[in-house]
């Protein structure tokens, strides 16, 4: 099994910044990230970014300039960090990881924008 461990999240002005991390353990096998999605009240779940199979990154359009994800594969952890935010990001942010042929999801935390 994968523990997924997710921090970072919290309450920001507009124009504010955020970083969340996540960070993986527990499995024998090296657990792959997949991405960070997040989902807005009343709302599906959505994809934010993540990294292509060359590993270039990719970014959901309202995110594009604002966001960065990364990782840091020996430590087992991904990164998203949010610049220039909006209040239409609040959301609930997941991160995403597969080890073994099963996904595995983030406890999620909460991102709040408002003045």
């Known amino acids: 099994q994968v523990q997924l461990v997710e921090s970072g999240g919290g309450w920001v002005q507009p124009g504010g910044s955020l970083r969340l991390s996540c960070a993986a353990s527990?499995?024998?096998?090296?657990?792959?990230?997949k991405g960070w999605y997040r989902q807005a009240p009343g709302k599906q779940r959505e994809w934010v970014a993540g990294?292509?199979?060359?590993?270039?990154?990719n970014y959901e359009e309202s995110v594009k300039g604002r966001f960065t994800i990364s990782r840091d594969n020996a430590k087992n952890t991904a990164y998203l960090e949010m610049n220039s935010l909006k209040p239409e990001d609040t959301a609930v942010y997941y991160c995403?990881?597969?080890?073994?042929?099963?996904?595995?999801w983030g406890q999620g935390t909460q991102v709040t924008v408002s003045s």
């Open positions: 990294f292509t199979s060359s590993g270039t990154t």
């Open positions: 995403r990881w597969s080890s073994g042929f099963t996904i595995y």
């Open positions: 527990g499995s024998t096998f090296s657990p792959d990230f």
